[in-house]
């Protein structure tokens, strides 16, 4: 019993500390890369920091209703994060439907919070965009307790990458770094997507109930 109790206090504290570790890790991302931080300021706040940010082009918004979700996307004039130069900054914050349990058919709902750095096709504009990966999986990757790395491939080829960040006992991943060499529209990309859960008007991991 008491050996028992043991293990289920290492298993909570582990919990606990990868959890805050996830945590900071997610609020400094935010601070680098994102003009408008959901971490630091309440939901109705950051919202409206977000939407009516001057810096912002392009913009495009659906509000929530009883049958769709919050999706807002822009594009920012000057902005810009990266270590290389963008043609072209976008941000996009959307609702996603999330399920829980199947047979007992419980949903629940994050926000996706993407920033995107665009350049244009030429001699450096892949090794910008995969040179940015590689600095932010190297900066991040031992802030998370696991990781999955996907490539996108074309026969040989690579054109892309994918990084899952994982917390400890859950299956959602709360960041996501990518970079891809679109050839439809002849440009390169990086990517890093956030992953967050509302809870008191606050920015959270959105860690699953089913996380144990």
């Known amino acids: 019993m ?8 290492i298993t909570g504290f582990s919990f606990f500390i990868n959890n805050c570790f996830a945590q900071q890790a ?5 601070k680098s890369y994102y003009r ?17 940010d001057p810096t912002l082009i392009n913009t495009t918004i659906f509000r929530r209703t009883d049958t769709s979700l919050f999706y807002f996307k822009g594009e920012y004039k000057n902005f810009n994060p990266f270590f290389f130069k963008p043609d072209r900054t976008v941000v996009i914050l959307s609702e996603k439907e999330l399920l829980l349990n199947d047979s007992l058919n419980l949903t629940d709902t994050i926000f996706t ?4 750095g665009y350049i244009g096709e030429g001699k450096n504009s892949v090794h ?3 040179q940015e990966f590689k600095k932010f999986d190297h900066k991040y990757l031992k802030k998370f307790s696991s990781s999955e790395l996907s490539e996108l491939r074309s026969g040989d080829l690579v054109y892309g990458a994918i990084r899952n960040y994982y917390v400890a ?7 996501t770094a990518a970079w891809q060499e679109i050839s439809s529209t002849h440009e390169s990309v990086f990517v890093i997507t956030l992953r967050f859960k509302m809870y008191d008007n606050v920015a959270v991991l959105p860690i699953t109930t089913d996380g144990f």
């Open 113 to 116: 919070y993407q920033i995107a």
């Open 36 to 52: 408008c931080d959901p971490f630091k300021q309440e939901t109705g706040s950051f919202l409206k920091q977000l939407i009516n």
């Open 26 to 30: 997610l609020e400094q991302v935010a």
């Open 2 to 9: 008491k050996r028992m109790k043991k293990i289920i206090f």
């Open 128 to 130: 910008d965009v995969k």
């Open 169 to 175: 006992f859950t299956n959602l991943s709360p960041l």
